[in-house]
């Protein structure tokens, strides 16, 4: 029997499901309706889909999951019951916070309020303990006072707690020593600790990233665990269940229950991986992703082959100091939602009407226009097509609530309303490109625009016209783009270890120790998950400022040991990287070490996708028929061609106005445009030549 391997992107609206067949390269698709009160619910689902297909359940050898459990309970504020213990007198970190309010709009906002507390004081206990600034123990930890503090806690009913005691990434020996206490006075507790969770200085930081993997800890554990049991009642059996994470890699069940909080981009790095390997397929290296789905829609760059990766990110405000994909988001899908404002005037977004009830279109009780509804009432969507036909959609319903909410009391006719939303919400989007692009001083026209998710195709073209982008890639399957990237990722572990230094007077043999202590960790933990020393990579980082900054920047570097040439070319490289992200350098400032930082990958046999078929058939053999869409004030409505997707084979052109449609998205291909077939059935559309 054939061996499969399952994928799935868990989204807002729906699920999306890669199936690849080991042995002829073939892949299947399907979107299953998400549920979001019981997530798990829509994988088996999907599983049994596949099962039903004649597939035994035996026969799945591999499994991965990209995931919004965790993020989802840190948004909704749904984690555990989660208490802090800190070094005594520094309870105050957590409460503070940052001292910037953030930029924009909140700069200005009157009634701005920061985050609540996911740990709060009541739950809060104070060690006495103290490790000075140089990793020396000052005041020893008092285990009696530690003792007791757990028992308060475990009183107080707190179900996960969160451990940060200052400069324990210097000498993490008092956190362990917590550790051990409360395997004997609250083993059931979870436990989170700085310095396993993150080892590096800036305490808020770490605190707030440590105290959010406690707050969401539980609850992954919980889902993971219910997960993998009702998966083995089905009769999967294979070890190999992975959970994507932020940084493009992929996790074991147990590391991410582990350690949840390095999932919170679960999702959109799945689609960030994909494009990328598409792309290289294809030979090309700038490009910029456009996953637009349900209910947001994530952008993010990807320069000379490398995507961008920061280590600084937020998820509702909350810091997170995990290495992590660049990845800007916004609310805008196709369940955003569209209504007349306090002044009068069109407002799209941010809330939308996610999976349940839904667009007006879907009939399933919603009573708000959505984007979706406007795309159908212009013409974009066939209402008896939608995923292949397997949903029917109400488009009299859509007219007759956009005519009624939007249309009247804006004085504008139904197509010019719809339209309007459409405007309005890629507006919003190509603010987000760019942001993550010309922003930050690429070029926008050196790069390609990768549309994907269940709405990008259906977009990118005029966006791509407004913002003078040169090409649009669309992928074979981009309604489940993101699922197929896990197919594409690796095992991934990120380690870090700070150490505050001048590059000039830097111990090499002490860095080069703690480079070995690093390198080796990460070792045994890939072995501990099966791999062998020949399916680990090892690739480190030092992360870098100018004295006296407040950021710095990682970059990449040769194997330690260390040689002081290695450090004159470390310093080169970054003056080069400052220049490129900040526009300027200062080559005769020094550089000060801040941190050394570790990834280590676990190969995983890569999914080899085949270039399509010639079989000879003309692009005339995929048409549909034909449908009036209305292309805006500028076109008009237009006659337009529609294609079915699945008939194209390399080399097929068609020229704008057109539709193509598949089971999970609709490409809309516009007036000014022209598009053709690559070798992996790609779409590439660009501009008509003059």
């Given at each position: 029997m054939s061996k499969y391997r399952v994928t799935v992107d868990t989204g807002g609206t729906f699920s999306d499901f890669v199936f690849f067949n080991e042995d002829s390269g073939e892949i299947a698709i399907t979107k299953v309706p998400s549920t979001p009160k019981e997530p798990f619910q829509a994988v088996l689902n999907g599983v049994k889909e596949l099962i039903d297909q004649g597939v035994a359940a035996g026969d799945i050898s591999f499994f991965c999951h990209g995931t919004t459990v965790g993020t989802n309970a840190l948004l909704e504020e749904k984690g555990a019951k989660t208490g802090l213990m800190v070094t005594q007198g520094f309870r105050g970190i957590y409460e503070v916070m940052e001292q910037t309010r953030g930029y924009g709009p909140a700069t200005y906002d009157l009634f701005f309020e920061k985050p609540r507390l996911l740990a709060p004081p009541y739950l809060t206990e104070e060690i006495p303990e103290r490790v000075d600034f140089k990793g020396n123990v000052l005041k020893a930890i008092d285990v009696e006072a530690s003792r007791a503090a757990i028992r308060r806690l475990k009183q107080k009913g707190?179900?996960?707690?969160?451990?940060?005691?200052?400069?324990?990434?210097?000498?993490?020996?008092?956190?362990?020593?917590?550790?051990?206490?409360?395997?004997?006075?609250?083993?059931?507790?979870?436990?989170?600790?700085?310095?396993?969770?993150?080892?590096?200085?800036?305490?808020?930081?770490?605190?707030?990233?440590?105290?959010?993997?406690?707050?969401?800890?539980?609850?992954?554990?919980t889902y993971l665990g219910h997960l993998e049991s009702r998966m083995r009642e089905l009769g999967v059996v294979t070890p190999k269940l992975y959970i994507m994470q932020s940084n493009g890699g992929v996790s074991t069940f147990k590391g991410s229950a582990e350690k949840?909080?390095?999932?919170?981009?679960?999702?959109?790095?799945?689609?960030?991986?994909?494009?990328?390997?598409?792309?290289?397929?294809?030979?090309?290296?700038?490009?910029?992703?456009?996953?637009?789905?349900?209910?947001?829609?994530?952008?993010?760059?990807?320069?000379?082959?490398?995507?961008?990766?920061?280590?600084?990110?937020?998820?509702?405000?909350?810091?997170?100091?995990?290495?992590?994909?660049?990845?800007?988001?916004?609310?805008?899908?196709?369940?955003?939602?569209?209504?007349?404002?306090?002044?009068?005037?069109?407002?799209?977004?941010?809330?939308?009407?996610?999976?349940?009830?839904?667009p007006v279109c879907y009939n399933r009780g919603g009573e708000n226009i959505t984007v979706t509804d406007a795309n159908m009432v212009c013409g974009v969507l066939d209402p008896n097509h939608f995923l292949g036909g397997r949903m029917k959609l109400d488009k009299e319903k859509a007219h007759r609530v956009l005519e009624e909410k939007l249309a009247k009391p804006l004085k504008l006719d139904l197509l010019e309303a719809a339209d309007g939303v459409l405007k309005i919400i890629d507006a919003k989007m190509e603010e987000a490109i760019k942001a993550v692009s010309s922003a930050r001083g690429y070029d926008i026209r050196d790069f390609t625009l990768v549309a994907f998710g269940g709405g990008g195709p259906m977009h990118a073209g005029r966006m791509a016209l407004d913002l003078g982008i040169p090409t649009v890639l669309v992928p074979l399957t981009p309604g489940v783009h993101s699922a197929l990237g896990l197919l594409m990722s690796d095992v991934k572990h990120d380690y870090v270890r700070s150490k505050l230094v001048g590059l000039e007077d830097l111990d090499l043999a002490e860095i080069n120790h703690m480079f070995h202590q690093l390198i080796e960790r990460a070792k045994a933990d890939l072995k501990s998950e099966g791999f062998t020393d020949e399916e680990i990579k090892i690739e480190p980082y030092l992360d870098l400022r100018y004295a006296g900054q407040g950021y710095e920047l990682t970059v990449p570097s040769s194997m330690p040991p260390y040689t002081k040439h290695d450090l004159t070319l470390m310093r080169s490289r970054f003056d080069t990287m400052h220049e490129q992200n900040s526009g300027h350098?200062?080559?005769?400032?020094?550089?000060?070490?801040?941190?050394?930082?570790?990834?280590?990958?676990?190969?995983?046999?890569?999914?080899?996708?085949?270039?399509?078929?010639?079989?000879?058939?003309?692009?005339?053999?995929?048409?549909?028929?034909?449908?009036?869409?209305?292309?805006g004030k500028e076109h008009g409505v237009l006659t337009t061609q529609v294609y079915n997707r699945d008939l194209f084979e390399p080399g097929h052109k068609l020229t704008g106005p057109a539709i193509v449609e598949q089971l999970d998205t609709t490409t809309v291909i516009h007036p000014e445009q022209e598009a053709s077939v690559d070798e992996y059935r790609n779409i590439i559309i660009k501009e008509k030549k003059a």
């Open positions: 707190v179900q996960s707690v969160a451990v940060c005691c200052l400069f324990s990434f210097l000498n993490p020996d008092h956190e362990l020593k917590i550790k051990e206490l409360f395997a004997e006075e609250f083993p059931e507790a979870r436990l989170s600790l700085s310095y396993e969770v993150l080892p590096q200085i800036r305490e808020f930081y770490r605190l707030s990233t440590t105290v959010i993997n406690g707050y969401i800890q539980p609850v992954m554990a949840p909080v390095a999932t919170v981009l679960s999702g959109p790095a799945g689609g960030v991986i994909a494009s990328m390997g598409t792309c290289e397929r294809v030979g090309i290296n700038n490009i910029i992703t456009f996953d637009m789905g349900g209910t947001s829609c994530d952008v993010a760059l990807i320069h000379q082959g490398n995507p961008v990766i920061t280590t600084q990110g937020k998820i509702n405000l909350r810091p997170i100091a995990l290495p992590m994909l660049d990845i800007h988001t916004v609310s805008a899908g196709g369940g955003t939602i569209a209504r007349i404002d306090a002044v009068g005037g069109l407002q799209v977004g941010p809330d939308s009407a996610g999976a349940d009830p839904g350098k200062a080559e005769s400032e020094p550089v000060e070490l801040v941190s050394l930082r570790l990834i280590s990958l676990g190969l995983v046999p890569q999914a080899k996708l085949s270039p399509g078929k010639v079989t000879g058939r003309k692009v005339e053999a995929a048409k549909l028929g034909e449908r009036k869409v209305y292309f």
